[in-house]
């Protein structure tokens, strides 16, 4: 079994900085990418960022030059600055393609998610 444990969600005013954490347990061999999504009310969940096994980093259009992932071993964290009002949503860790030791196959795994609120 794997979890995905997130912190550091909270309320934050425009123009500041937040930084969420994910990090995944379990008997990982191995994962293909992880990342972050965000889904705010009404909307679809999105891709924020992501980070490739490779070192390859996808990010939206919308937080690109704001939002950075530092690279890490089966963590991820997600470097949030200049925050504004429309990034406000819930943020969901995902792990993708994760190969765990003695099971075949790989599989996603969510977090259960973080409330990130950008408000004055």
């Known amino acids: 079994q794997v979890q995905l444990v997130e912190s550091g969600g909270g309320l934050v005013q425009p123009g500041g900085s937040l930084r969420l954490s994910c990090a995944a347990s379990g008997s990982i061999f191995s994962i293909y990418a992880m990342g972050w999504y965000r889904q705010a009310p009404g909307k679809q969940r999105e891709l924020v960022a992501n980070?490739?096994?490779?070192?390859s980093r996808n990010y939206a259009d919308s937080v690109k030059g704001r939002f950075t992932i530092p690279s890490a071993k089966n963590t991820v964290d997600l470097q949030m600055n200049s925050l504004k009002p429309e990034d406000t949503a819930v943020y969901y860790c995902?792990?993708?393609?994760?190969?765990?030791?003695?099971?075949?196959?790989?599989?996603?795994?969510w977090g259960p998610g973080t409330q990130v609120t950008v408000s004055s």
């Open positions: 980070i490739i096994s490779d070192g």
């Open positions: 995902h792990a993708e393609r994760v190969a765990i030791v003695g099971r075949p196959g790989a599989h996603d795994y």
